[in-house]
T-cell receptor
């Protein structure tokens, strides 16, 4: 059973703080993704990664960066949090070969005040 | 980049009736089209997907149709049940499933008893 976990379910940060969101998957998946979900906007891709130390920009990368030092862990970094980054953040991973089903984590509800 | 439009944003049907959700996409290179279901407070889960070499796919009460010429695809749910109530997202992707998805904005399906 695939398990994708995220470091926090709820997070409250102040404007200007550096924020780290972590995602871990336990199935040796190659590809990992970060999305943000906002009401009426659906899910939007921020960044994704094919492999360790590899990263690709998604549709809305501005204000974010990522890190993938180990295959199982993909971190999303908000260098200087702003109120418009208040959102639900979802991590996902896929096997990349046998199946392309995206397995999502439970999400982190981030509030920036 | 890819743009996915999804309609309607809200759909209310009587239990036992059919529901149809429609999506259009802009990138003719897209070749993978999944549908995700998200129940309230839960993570999105894949319910069905289709690739561009297939025109239709069925799985019990759920079917997806794809018209590559017109660049649109639809989700059909027959004999709707209360547990079908959820938000449904269509998505498109041009890397065969390995890259990040571009999602529609979602359809809130309400099953009336």
């Amino acid at each position: 059973d695939v398990k994708v976990t995220q470091s926090s379910r709820y997070l409250v940060k102040r404007t200007g703080e550096k924020v780290f969101l972590e995602c871990v998957q336990d199935m040796d998946h190659e590809n990992m993704f970060w999305y943000r979900q906002d009401p009426g906007l659906g899910l939007r891709l921020i960044y994704f990664s094919y492999d360790v130390k590899m990263k690709e920009k998604g549709d809305i990368p501005e204000g974010y960066s990522v890190s993938r030092e180990k295959k199982e862990r993909f971190s999303l970094i908000l260098e200087s949090a702003s109120t418009n980054q208040t959102s639900m953040y979802l991590c996902a991973s896929i096997p990349g070969t046998v199946s392309y089903e995206q397995y999502f984590g439970p999400g982190t509800r981030l509030t920036v005040t | 980049g890819e743009n996915v439009e999804q309609h309607p944003s809200t759909l209310s049907v009587q239990e036992g009736d059919s529901a149809v959700i429609k999506c259009t996409y802009s990138d003719s290179a897209s070749n993978y089209f999944p549908w995700y279901k998200q129940e309230l407070g839960k993570r999105p889960q894949l319910i069905i997907d289709i690739r561009s070499n297939v025109g239709e796919k069925k799985d019990q009460r759920i079917a997806v149709t794809l018209n590559k010429t017109a660049k649109h695809f639809s989700l059909h749910i027959t004999e709707t049940q209360p547990e079908d109530s959820a938000v449904y997202f269509c998505a498109a992707e041009s890397g065969g499933g390995a890259d990040g998805l571009t999602f529609g904005k979602g359809t809130h399906l309400i099953i009336q008893p």
